[in-house]
Structures are given as C-alpha cells and as structure tokens.
C-alpha cells in the first residue's frame, strides 16, 4: 500500500472536481493511488463524499445523512455533469487498477453504521483497499469485524502536551491499526516515529508543496497529495 503516492480525494483540478469518478481516472492514468472519503446515506450506504452537508460541493443544500442513497446518487457535483456516487459504484469503476484508501467520515463516536456499510460495499472486492479514520471505533470495528482489512488511524496534534499524547496513545490502542495517516504539519513526531520503530507505516496528509514533499520524504513511508509529485516518492 506504501509503492505509490496517494492523489487526496483523487487527483481533482482542471476542472475535475474532488470524489468524482474523473479524479479517480485521471489518479489511475498517472498511476497512482487513490484517497477518497465516504459519508453515510440516510439508509445505510456508503457515498464517496468528503463533507457531511451537500452545499459546498454539490448544487444542493442539506445533510447527506438527510437523503436515502437513491436521492444522493441524482444530485450533481458543482460545476460539473457528475453526480454523487455510492462506494459500490466506485469501486466498480476502478476494479482494482489503483490502490485505494477509504477515510471512513463518523459523527462523534459511534462508527458502527458506515463501517457495516464499507464492509458490505467491500465484500468480493480484489484490488488493494485499506480503509482509515480519526475515529479510532472505525479501526476497532473493522478489528472484530472484518479482521483481514488494513486498517488505518489518521492523526493530527492539537498541541503536543501530555493530554494530547495519551489521547493519541489510547486512539492507536483503540484503533488497532496497521499504519497511521499523519498532518504533514506535525512531521517530524515523536509518536509518529515511535509508531515507525514499531513497524506501522506512516502516510502523510495533505502534501501541496516541494517543501512539504521533501518533509515527507523524511519522516514518512508515503504522501497523499494535491501536486502532482515529481520521481519516485517514499
């Protein structure tokens, strides 16, 4: 999951919105892999979507958890003849010609719902997949549930104080994750090169810049990015 870097919500711009299936394309013909983000629908299913109302990427207003699937799917993407799409459909389209990491977006605590979701979208699905979250009941869902997934604990600092430290300590715990997604902001980490000693993979988040992509490339085994990265990375 480390070989390539990771287009950030696809590899959008140029007209390419972020989460629609020609970012996904146009991250599959570079020969990258793909980050996307799922929210949950009004009944159950998982929909490629970063945010949890509609408006600031879609011609709608709304809560995406206000709307059944079947309504989501007929809502057009801003400035664009895309509609939303559910996981399953994304998956579909990539078929396992990039590798994929799921951010599972969770109100509060409770993880249950969408993880049940991503787990059934999943279900059959070949190509290289691991699924993410700053919800650490995610990592611990999909731990019980579906144990053969790569699991992943996306990670920003709030300060580097102790009570910021043992929260993130007992996140990793909770989460039982296979590697950490981590604020480029906050490379170089202790906790994050603790967590290296320990052989979970670091990626980092959101790489925009040469200077962050060099940070990265010290302190990280891959980027997720919004440029375009030059040569081989990590």
Known sequence: MTARPFAHRGLHGQGRIENSRAAFEAAIEARHGIELDVQLSGDGQAMVFHDEELGRLSVEQGLVGGRTAADLTRIRLRDSDETIPTLAEVLALIAGRAPLLIEVKT??????ALSRAVSAALKGYTGQVAVMSFNPEVGRWFARHDPERLRGLVVTEKGKKWRGRLKRQLALWRS?????????RDLPSGFAEAAQRRNLRVLTWTVRTLTERARAAEHADQIIYE?????PAG
């Open 176 to 184: 039982r994750a296979d590697f950490l997604a981590y604020d480029i």
């Open 227 to 231: 440029v375009a990265p030059k040569g």
């Open 107 to 112: 109100p509060g605590r409770e993880a249950g």
